[in-house]
Every structure is written in structure tokens, then in C-alpha cells.
């Protein structure tokens, strides 16, 4: 079975060149656990105006977010991305889900 998500999170201002840049040079072994996850179809937009950030996936497998943010390498990548958008403690990305309102196939 195949779980779309969404949600948004919160760049720090002037940041979204740097932002851009990291995700253009994502660490290999970061790529390898989130499609590892079954995550698939993985794509962030910027709102330039309110810097908030828009992330949509497609999930395949039962896989959780908690089996995901339990990698040491996620949580390694957390805290790279910390300095530059709102986090929580832990430095995972303080994450808003968004209600599925319409979906066209």
C-alpha cells in the first residue's frame, strides 16, 4: 500500500540558497534510508514570502516516521540542517501535517 504525506516546516530568512544547496548535495547515505523507508516521489517547494517550506512523499511499506527518525544518520542530518530552520530539541524539523483535502490520479 502507497501513503501520500504532506507537510510544512519553516526556513530561517536569507537562508534558501543554503538551503537549496545542501538538499542539491544530499549525502548519499541520507538518500539511501529514505528510500530505504520506502519513501518515494520526495519533493520540498519554498514560499518565498513566508519561508515556509512544503514537503510531499509517497510511501510504500510499514515503515513509520519513528523507525525513520530512529536512523542515526537522519538524525545526523538534523542537526546539520538546525542553523538554518526551526527545529525542535531533538534538531528534527519542527513539522506540521497538512490534511488531505483533493487528489486527482
Known sequence: MKTRH?????LYPGFM???K???DELWPEMA???REQGIENYS????EETNILFSY???TGSNTVSDYAS???VKKWWKYMADIME???DHSPVTIPLEPMFYLR
Request: charged share 35%.
Open 44 to 47: 520540498i517547494f519554498l514560499d
Open 21 to 23: 544547496k545542501r538538499h
Open 6 to 10: 504532506g507537510f510544512k516546516m519553516k
Open 71 to 73: 536512523s542515526e544518520i
Open 32 to 34: 539511501r534510508v529514505i
Open 17 to 19: 540558497e543554503e538551503y
Open 87 to 89: 527545529t525542535n530539541p
Open 57 to 59: 512523499y509517497e510511501q
